[in-house]
């Protein structure tokens, strides 16, 4: 498996355009999660889906950030409009479900660098 | 609010040497794991203890889960340069399946 695959790897945008990043999860997983990393609070969980479903998006920081997952292989983290703060490198990670041996593991994908200027 | 706090926050230290990283929290969570990330990457899971007081090796590293299961430490012995990254502690809690990621600690390793 070529395990989790997040695009773009890096983006810049001006302040006030949409930005869409993509994540394709490990096939058979269950769970998707995405985070948000900065130097100054670390990694935050932004969403988490399970079977599709969004279970909770308490971490998402305003109505400016949404995310989708329309089937098991791809979901979508958008921010309309973006603004200077949100620049941070966003990743994506999947978790399989409880009949897998290592289903308490998250594995990361290698994240997009958001740069909002 | 479950908060993980990691000490120091930074470390230096030349090859051959020891290090403790200590991961502590006012709450107490089912299982904790340990991630550690490289430039570029995202964080990759080292071990995941469950149990109170319990202690798990891995080559140089060993893992311990504090007996009320609110800490863990992690000591890498005679580290080496490719130890060097960003180690994160991450506990899981309650009914969910959120975990909840430590402040990290960025180990630099010099040869």
């Known amino acids: 498996d070529a395990g989790v695959i997040q695009s773009p790897r890096h983006e810049v945008t001006e302040m006030g355009q949409e930005v869409t990043l993509r994540c394709k999860p490990i096939s058979g997983h269950d769970y998707l999660f995405w985070y948000r990393q900065t130097m100054m609070r670390g990694l935050e969980l932004l969403i988490y889906f399970n079977n599709n479903v969004p279970i909770d998006d308490s971490g998402m920081p305003e109505d400016r950030f949404s995310a989708k997952m329309p089937n098991a292989s791809f979901s979508t983290l958008k921010i309309q409009p973006s603004e200077p703060r949100d620049s941070a490198v966003y990743f994506c990670?999947?978790?399989?479900?409880?009949?897998?041996?290592?289903?308490?593991?998250?594995?990361f994908g290698p994240g997009t660098r958001l740069t909002v200027l | 609010t479950q908060l993980l706090e990691q000490s120091p926050q930074f470390l230096s230290i030349q090859e051959g040497e020891n290090l403790t990283v200590y991961c502590n929290s006012s709450?107490?969570?089912?299982?904790l794991q340990w991630y550690r990330q490289e430039p570029g990457e995202g964080p990759v899971l080292l071990v995941t203890v469950v149990t109170g007081g319990e202690v798990k090796k891995l080559k140089r590293l060993t893992f311990q889960f504090g007996d009320a299961r609110k800490d863990s430490s992690l000591h890498i012995t005679a580290a080496q340069p490719g130890d060097t990254g960003l180690y994160l502690c991450a506990g899981e809690g309650g009914a969910t399946n959120k975990l909840i990621f430590g402040t990290g600690t960025l180990l630099a390793v010099q040869p």
């Open positions: 709450s107490v969570f089912s299982s």
């Open positions: 990670a999947s978790r399989g479900g409880p009949g897998l041996l290592s289903y308490n593991e998250q594995f």
